[in-house]
T-cell receptor, first 114, second 111 residues
Framework: AQSVTQPDIHITVSEGASLELRCNYSYGATPYLFWYVQSPGQGLQLLLKYFSGDTLVQGIKGFEAEFKRSQSSFNLRKPSVHWSDAAEYFC????????????FGSGTRLSIRP | SQTIHQWPATLVQPVGSPLSLECTVEGTSNPNLYWYRQAAGRGLQLLFY??????ISSEVPQNLSASRPQDRQFILSSKKLLLSDSGFYLC??????????FGQGTRLTVV
């Protein structure tokens, strides 16, 4: 069965520091992988997605993620965080089948230290 | 372009009352449709998803049900609400090789 694990519930980093949010997935076939961000009181915004090809994916707002099949991981990274990056981040997994569902992780809340 | 409409935005209902939340999608055909619930510390929990009219998969046993009477309409219902049904409900759609696109959500408070 599909599943997504985000092991970090809450992370605090200093402004300007680098960031890595972890995501591990379980899926029997080739996965489609997504990262979304939700700012307080806002809806969900897609940061980036991986379907196939280059395993390093660039997204909006300076984020990137790397698909590592051997580790079943799709970690999100940013070289230098800004105070406006404080939000909740969700990893999600789907698949190529038209009947596939999209499953989300429990989220990681990111706080930025001034 | 595709759009998704979800209403109402907020809802306060007494325990034991019925519930009906509606979601409609425009600009696409035969989408996969989803109902998620977001509760503090529990992320986005998939409640129901549908790959076609009348085809509903339930992911979590609960007090809720879903129906898809038309291709682009998805309804979340309950006959009798419980306090534990409070939360933020999100409707979403996708098609093959796309991400999920979300509505603005409904904040449900059961009192």
């Amino acid at each position: 069965a599909q599943s997504v694990t985000q092991p970090d519930i809450h992370i605090t980093v200093s402004e300007g520091a680098s960031l890595e949010l972890r995501c591990n997935y379980s899926y029997g076939a080739t996965p489609y992988l997504f990262w979304y961000v939700q700012s307080p009181g806002q809806g969900l915004q897609l940061l980036l997605k991986y379907f196939s090809g280059d395993t390093l994916v660039q997204g909006i707002k300076g984020f990137e993620a790397e698909f590592k099949r051997s580790q079943s991981s799709f970690n999100l990274r940013k070289p230098s965080v800004h105070w406006s990056d404080a939000a909740e981040y969700f990893c999600a997994v789907g698949a190529a089948s038209s009947a596939s569902k999209i499953i989300f992780g429990s989220g990681t809340r990111l706080s930025i230290r001034p | 372009s595709q759009t998704i409409h979800q209403w109402p935005a907020t809802l306060v209902q007494p325990v034991g009352s019925p519930l009906s939340l509606e979601c409609t999608v425009e600009g696409t055909s035969n989408p996969n449709l989803y109902w998620y619930r977001q509760a503090a510390g529990r992320g986005l929990q998939l409640l129901f998803y549908s790959v076609g009219i009348g085809q509903i998969s339930s992911e979590v046993p609960q007090n809720l049900s879903a129906s898809r009477p038309q291709d682009r309409q998805f309804i979340l219902s309950s006959k009798k609400l419980l306090l534990s049904d409070s939360g933020f409900y999100l409707c979403a759609w996708s098609v093959r090789k796309t991400e999920a696109f979300f509505g603005q959500g409904t904040r449900l408070t059961v009192v």
